[in-house]
């Protein structure tokens, strides 16, 4: 059953629909008794009676089967609605995994990114205090500033901060020493 499609249903057997046939299945037979009986010709009496009994009993059999049919029909659409409330149910389960599974995912690039954050800031503070310490006066803290940026580039995490750290060694030993560049 597709959406465009309209639900069948099943609507109950209206009061009026019993209280009114019962009554006229009883009158039919009744009457075909009765006709039976005055049109018969001669002592036949019990068989019209039996064939007027036997249209009622038949009338009755029609109703029943009847009924039947809508029992089953109703029994059908009913098994219809559930069949379709359970389809219903597996695709919320499957879209609620699908989101469950797109939010952890999503979790994990946060948490990736933040690392990655968290790596970066690290690297540019250590970077940037090196770099101050080699521009301090006292010659101790600039050598403990060659040694942290020594070990800023040989650390394996941050193997593309070599280079850059190789070309600040080699400006801060190309410089001139503060003492010459004022002298002259």
């Known amino acids: 059953m597709t959406a465009d499609e309209p639900r069948p249903t099943v609507r109950p057997i209206p009061r009026w629909l019993i209280s009114i046939g019962l009554p006229v299945m009883v009158l039919v037979a009744m009457a075909a008794i009765w006709l039976l009986l005055a049109f018969s010709l001669g002592g ?3 068989d019209a009676i039996r064939t007027g009994g036997t249209l009622g009993v038949g009338l009755g059999g029609a109703v029943a089967l009847w009924l039947a049919v ?3 029909r109703s029994t059908e659409l009913d098994l219809l609605q559930k069949y379709e409330a ?3 149910a597996e695709r919320a389960a499957a879209h ?4 469950a599974a797109e939010n952890h995912a999503h ?5 990736a990114d933040t690392r ?3 790596t970066a800031r690290r690297i540019t503070e250590l970077y940037g205090k090196g770099v101050d310490q080699l521009g301090s006066e006292k010659a ?3 050598l403990g500033g060659l040694y942290a940026l020594e070990r800023l580039a040989q650390d394996s995490n941050f193997v593309r ?3 850059t750290i190789v070309n600040v060694f080699c400006a801060y030993l190309r410089m001139r020493p503060e003492a010459e560049s004022t002298s002259t």
């Open 96 to 99: 609620t995994e699908k989101v």
């Open 116 to 118: 990655e954050d968290a």
């Open 86 to 88: 359970h389809q219903l």
């Open 107 to 111: 979790q994990l690039r946060l948490a």
């Open 70 to 72: 809508r029992k089953q």
């Open 161 to 163: 901060l070599r280079q």
């Open 44 to 46: 036949d009496q019990l």
């Open 140 to 142: 101790a803290v600039r």
